[in-house]
């Protein structure tokens, strides 16, 4: 049996859609359509122009139909940005057959996700961790289980309801329904992990333009998220300030030559810069620019996750995606960073056009 999914990542260099169906026999993607326009109406998770948004948004999904043969008026799509919150809360109820049953357990999580209409957060997500059966703690599936009272700790994400709302109404002004919204970080995770990783601890950290999107797993769950509003904008921006470049030419520079860390042969390596002056490059000092601002973004990652609390729990495992993650040689300057083992994430459960 198949099930065809459509998902739009809505970035703010670019807008992916992608049309995909799943095979719940295999339980794999197989990649129908993708199509893939420039952004220019958001910014660090923030719609801030919604005609050049709808546009962009409007071109990618055309793009996919067009590839894939297939009209879809169905989407998921992520979110982003420093507007999420990410808290843990303790809910009890009685039980009154003393019995746990799914509904006990799906009504504390409805209660974690209600908040009031005057609320400027509204709950995107609602992850049940552990219960604590009367006095009995740590219990991760007490259905079943006899006892009087129910406590559970739910992980809540939240986030900012307009900005929430003007991505929702971006997506529909392109005459499509949202049948489900999903923060990028929790995502990229379940798409770039595996369950041993999950369920061992991991963080996943996803590198975007203008924001890190990082997602903390133990035990099979997202135990912790958060967003930095760095990335490889910033990189970019420091090689058109140190070279006296314009940012396209900088961030062209960055994708073809640049790297995390020296070589040997970065003397010896010439690049042209295309400016008014055409004047030769060493790659050496181009990576003497990227170099320490990596360093500066990985320190910052490491700070704010020791400040979670999450750090220690969710493993000695990193995994790095995003458009970031493709920088030669950061996995190396990570791992040196942040002491732990890296590896870069790529989606699994995934295949081509026509592949089996």
Do not use: W
Request: some cysteine.
């Amino acid at each position: 049996m198949k099930k065809v999914f459509t998902a739009i990542d809505i970035g703010t260099t670019k807008v992916t859609c992608l049309i995909a169906d799943y095979n719940t026999t295999q339980q794999k993607f197989t990649v129908l359509g993708a199509g893939q326009y420039a952004s220019r109406g958001v910014k660090k998770g923030f719609v801030t122009h919604l005609e050049k948004t709808e546009t962009s948004i409007l071109n990618a999904v055309h793009m996919a139909e067009k590839k894939a043969g297939l009209t879809i008026d169905h989407v998921v799509i992520n979110v982003s940005g420093k507007h999420l919150m990410s808290e843990l809360v303790a809910l009890s109820s009685k039980l009154p057959q003393q019995v746990v049953t799914e509904d006990d357990i799906n009504n504390l999580v409805l209660r974690a996700s209600r908040v009031d209409a005057k609320s400027p957060f509204d709950v995107m997500h609602a992850f049940p961790l552990q219960h604590t059966l009367d006095t009995t703690k740590g219990i991760k599936d007490p259905r079943g289980m006899m006892g009087r009272t129910l406590t559970t700790k739910i992980h809540v994400i939240t986030a900012d309801k307009q900005a929430l709302k003007n991505v929702l109404h971006a997506v529909h002004r392109c005459h499509l329904n949202t049948s489900s919204v999903i923060v990028s970080g929790v995502a990229s995770g379940y798409a770039a992990l595996t369950e041993d990783e999950m369920e061992r601890g991991v963080t996943l950290i996803d590198m975007g333009v203008d924001t890190i999107e990082i997602a903390n797993f133990y035990e099979g769950n997202v135990i912790h998220t958060l967003s930095i509003p760095l990335g490889g904008l910033h990189i970019t921006s420091d090689i058109a300030h140190g070279l006296q470049i314009p940012l396209q030419e900088a961030e062209r520079l960055k994708i073809l030559h640049g790297s995390a860390l020296e070589t040997g042969d970065d003397d010896k390596v010439l690049l042209n810069i295309k400016d008014a002056q055409h004047r030769p490059l060493k790659k050496r000092v181009l990576t003497q620019i990227i170099k320490p601002r990596v360093e500066e973004i990985f320190k910052i990652v490491k700070a704010r996750l020791e400040a979670s609390n999450m750090y220690k729990i969710s493993g000695r495992r990193i995994v790095l995606t995003g458009g970031g993650s493709l920088l030669p040689s950061i996995k190396i300057v990570a791992g040196q960073v942040l002491g732990r083992q890296v590896r870069l994430g790529m989606p699994l459960r995934l295949m081509g056009p026509g592949k089996t």
